[in-house]
């Protein structure tokens, strides 16, 4: 038996990890904190130099790299002959000269399914060889093959690469740095007490959010929501995209007829902001996952709210807009859905550097002073997806 190069011996399958380049090396076991890329070959009974298919499991999408000579025969297939999933998805890069062969799709493209374990949520698609008949007809030289793909993402980790930005965070994300305040974002239990541990949610259920930033060593601070988007990727510019949260802090789902959406009336500090949404999904998207991007930003604690810096609630027994803290007139921007022309200063008043016996830093500059966060995946269901209540809600 000749050796395998690939690290795979015939009929065998591998768990490798990604790392920002394709792991041709060691295999890795399960609990590695990582994606991870599962790759079938068997059918390729493959023993060629080279790796035939590599995976690389990134954040948002998933890049096969296969080469043409899949069989390890010398003979390479042509690129055409090649498709990614169910959906029979082409190649990306490719041409006659190349022996080398690209795919690149999201998670949820080129007809993938996801499944949800415990401990992980598994992307599957598939390599397909489909060879086109050429020369007499009443023989063939290759046969098609398929070769099995899954992306493993721990839902227990934090999971980034060095090669990619960094959005995929189950359940809550943190930003901090030296020069950056920490801001933060998560989802809560109903009593607002704990931080919620499950992401699956049904369809009539309430999302509690919690807001925060640590304000230790600074002058006091005031926490607000400029907007937040929901996706269905970790990428807050895909499409669809749903903005529930807009115009520097309007609630604006809590104007749709059949929402109760608004900002948590009082605060439990002036560092924390929190809201309650109702559990929505987009329309048409079989994976009812979304992920939750808000853009966080303070300003001292002593300076009153404006149309810049507000948490603005629609009431609806009165038809008007009603703001957490401050005057309404605030919140009127949020009916012209205009905010960011409004004639207010966006300067804030420096604090004195000496209060409660104690020195206190002043206010980060501007690009320290607000983040974006992200929450996600969170799973909506409604109440006719039946295999999925008979998860475990534990996250």
């Known amino acids: 038996v000749a050796y395998d190069h690939w690290g795979f011996l015939r009929g065998e399958a591998e768990l490798w990890r990604y790392g920002g380049a394709p792991s041709l090396g060691q295999p890795h076991a399960f609990s590695q904190p990582s994606p991870w890329a599962w790759v079938d070959v068997s059918q390729l009974q493959a023993a060629a130099p080279l790796h035939p298919v590599a995976v690389q499991c990134q954040e948002a999408q998933v890049v096969v790299t296969v080469h043409r000579d899949l069989f390890g025969m010398g003979r390479l297939v042509k690129a055409t002959e090649l498709t990614l999933g169910p959906a029979s998805c082409l190649p990306v890069v490719w041409s006659a000269a190349e022996t080398m062969v690209t795919f690149m799709a999201g998670l949820h493209e080129c007809g993938s399914t996801l499944r949800v374990t415990p401990d992980a949520l598994v992307y599957s698609t598939s390599l397909n060889y489909n ?54 974002l998560r989802l809560m239990n109903d009593d607002w007490s704990t931080e919620r541990v499950s992401t699956i949610f049904q369809l009539g259920e309430v999302l509690h959010f919690q807001a925060g930033v640590n304000t230790e060593n600074h002058a006091p601070l005031r926490l607000f929501v400029d907007n937040c988007v929901a996706t269905p990727t970790p990428d807050s510019s895909s499409s669809p995209q749903y903005a529930f949260i807009d115009f520097n802090g309007c609630l604006v789902d809590g104007q749709l ?6 900002f948590i009336s009082p605060r439990p500090r002036q560092d924390v902001l929190q809201f309650a949404v109702d559990a929505f999904k987009f329309a048409g998207d079989s994976s009812s996952l979304i992920y939750i991007t808000c853009h966080l930003k303070v300003s001292l604690a002593d300076q009153a709210p404006d149309p810049l810096n507000k948490a603005c609630s629609f009431n609806k027994a009165s038809n008007l807009w009603a703001p957490l803290e401050g005057t309404r007139d605030i919140c009127s921007c949020c009916e012209m859905r205009s905010c960011d022309l409004a004639r207010h200063s966006r300067r804030l008043h420096a604090p004195s550097r000496w209060q409660g016996g ?38």
Request: glycine share 6%; proline share 13%.
């Open 131 to 184: 060879p086109v008949v050429s020369g007499n007809p009443v023989i063939v030289r290759t046969s098609p093959a398929v070769v099995p793909i899954e992306c493993h993402y721990p839902r227990k980790d934090n999971v980034s690469s060095n090669g990619v930005k960094p959005t995929w965070v189950p359940f809550r994300s943190t930003l901090s740095s030296e020069e950056k305040l920490p801001f933060s």
């Open 257 to 262: 007829d059949d929402a109760t959406s608004t």
């Open 358 to 395: 104690r020195v206190r830093r002043e206010l980060p500059p501007q690009l320290g002073r607000e983040a974006d966060v992200v929450v996600g995946p969170l799973f909506i269901h409604s109440w006719q997806d039946h295999p999925v209540r008979r998860l475990p809600s534990g996250g």
